[in-house]
């Protein structure tokens, strides 16, 4: 709803209680990209219902981000409400090859990728608009994190592209590693930001690996 305005914790909350009411205890959250802020808040403000933690290719530290001041119109009230039911889709329909590129870069896309993923439910125009506020709020969102990784006390798996082309993976995932005592920092070459569509393998291993030291 346009009325809330979702923050990583505030998504972090939504996804919490739905887990409470399907009666899920002590998941092991997986987060990717936008995606590592709302599993880390979840972590955070949940300790005892997380069991473990992995993210993969994720935003935690403050940065410059040259793309934010182009893509957050869409959240825009009146304007970006024109904007997101007229130049938009067309602009993301012939921009998506593109995008995708460069999420994947330096690996390609993979044919899996290219053939299933649904860019037209991507482009419908409330799409456009969440996708725009998350941008909006990636910076403020690592911001008000920043100061609190150092609480986490469940496993914590990192996964990052050494090629990622998106976030910097020594600034970014470099730093969480750091900043998490007994956290485990894994880099694959090779890969973009995509890790999972990359090198699936690896991240289900990584899943394994969180889960096995949960249990011990």
């Known amino acids: 709803p346009r009325s809330m305005i979702w923050?990583?914790?505030?998504?972090?909350?939504?996804?919490?209680?739905?887990?409470?009411?399907?009666?899920?205890?002590?998941?092991?959250?997986v987060g990717h990209s936008w995606g590592t802020l709302v599993a880390l808040s979840i972590a955070l403000d949940?300790?005892?219902?997380t069991a473990a933690l992995v993210l993969l290719s994720g935003y935690y530290v403050p940065s410059v981000?040259?793309?934010?001041?182009?893509?957050?119109?869409p959240a825009v009230p009146v304007l970006g409400d024109v904007i997101r039911?007229?130049?938009?889709?067309l602009l993301g329909w012939l921009l998506a090859p593109v995008v995708f590129r460069k999420l994947f870069a330096p690996s390609p896309v993979t044919a899996a990728f290219r053939n299933r993923f649904p860019t037209g439910l991507a482009l419908r125009p409330s799409q456009i608009r969440a996708n725009a506020a998350d941008t909006a709020l990636m910076i403020p969102?690592?911001?008000?994190?920043?100061l609190r990784h150092g609480e986490l006390t469940m496993p914590v798996v990192i996964v990052t592209g050494d090629g990622d082309r998106i976030v910097d993976p020594e600034t970014?995932?470099?730093?969480?590693?750091?900043?998490?005592?007994?956290?485990?920092?894994?880099?694959?070459?090779?890969a973009g930001h995509m890790?999972?569509?990359?090198?699936?393998?690896?991240?289900?291993?990584?899943?394994?690996?969180a889960a096995s030291a949960a249990a011990g």
Not at 65 to 73: K, M, N, S
Not at 85 to 89: A, D, E, G, R, V
């Open 195 to 209: 890790v999972h569509h990359i090198a699936p393998e690896r991240v289900a291993a990584a899943i394994e690996q």
């Open 85 to 89: 039911y007229t130049i938009s889709p």
């Open 7 to 29: 923050t990583a914790q505030a998504q972090g909350r939504l996804i919490h209680k739905a887990l409470r009411q399907l009666g899920i205890a002590r998941p092991i959250l």
């Open 46 to 49: 949940n300790p005892a219902d």
């Open 65 to 73: 981000r040259l793309d934010i001041p182009f893509v957050i119109w």
């Open 172 to 190: 970014q995932s470099g730093q969480l590693h750091r900043d998490v005592p007994g956290s485990d920092l894994q880099r694959i070459g090779g």
């Open 141 to 146: 969102g690592a911001a008000s994190l920043l």
